[in-house]
């Protein structure tokens, strides 16, 4: 496999549910991101990774959790959430930090729908 | 407040043309911009990425300028053809951040 994987591709779930995202890069990188797009809006960071270690959260609403338990691997763990959180969430990663000196290689998305 | 604003609307272009779009960003001075092609369900994939101290940069035929003092960077793309149809997506960071914040994205149409 190359570049960054995500899955599943197509989620549905409740108000209620408990889900997880799950994100993969295979290019060695050191950052690694979690972004939201939701229609008619711009895409939206939502957690930024460097070896590891949570260096932003842009004010994400507790039921959305991020992990990271290696430089390769991301999760984003979802609870409760509301029907305006349907959108498609974007997993990146770049070679390092450097305030946005680095390129960055998105997955090809989440699309989550909550009903 | 901090804006990126980029046209909204779809811009049509006749093939072979060059298309011309528009990044324009208020209350940011981001040392780098980078360029974005988004194509329908898919994740975006980089284009290009200008430093501040860097006026002009080339790809194929791609070419990407950034004015730091009217704080806009223009894309062209040169003899486009249909498959440069996509959303452009300009980004930036701000404030010492690493993630990048985007602009809405502009709908590139090439008309054979």
């Known amino acids: 496999e190359t570049g960054v994987t995500q899955t599943p591709r197509h989620l549905v779930m409740g108000m209620t549910n408990k889900k997880s995202l799950k994100c993969e890069q295979h290019?060695?990188?050191?950052?690694m991101y979690w972004y939201k797009q939701s229609a008619k809006k711009p895409l939206e960071l939502m957690f930024v990774y460097n070896f590891k270690e949570q260096t932003e959260n842009n004010s994400v609403p507790s039921r959305f959790s991020p992990e990271c338990p290696n430089s390769s691997h991301l999760f984003l763990h979802l609870h409760t959430l509301q029907p305006e959180d349907s959108a498609l969430y974007l997993c990146a990663s770049s070679q390092d930090r450097g305030s946005g000196s680095y390129e960055q290689y998105f997955g090809p998305g989440t699309r989550l729908t909550v009903t | 407040s901090q804006k990126i604003e980029q046209n909204s609307e779809a811009l049509n272009i006749q093939e072979g043309k060059t298309a011309t779009l528009t990044c324009n960003y208020t209350n940011y001075s981001p040392a780098y911009l980078q360029w974005y092609r988004q194509d329908p369900g898919r994740g975006p994939v980089f284009l290009l990425l200008?430093?501040?101290?860097?006026k002009e940069k080339r790809k194929e035929r791609l070419k990407v300028t950034f004015d730091t003092t009217l704080k806009q960077s223009l894309f062209h793309i040169t003899a486009s053809q249909p498959a440069d149809s996509a959303t452009y997506l300009c980004?930036?960071?701000?404030?010492?951040?690493?993630?990048?914040?985007f602009g809405k994205g502009t709908h590139l149409i090439i008309q054979p």
């Open positions: 290019l060695g990188h050191n950052a």
């Open positions: 200008i430093r501040e101290n860097e």
């Open positions: 980004a930036l960071t701000g404030g010492g951040a690493d993630g990048l914040t």
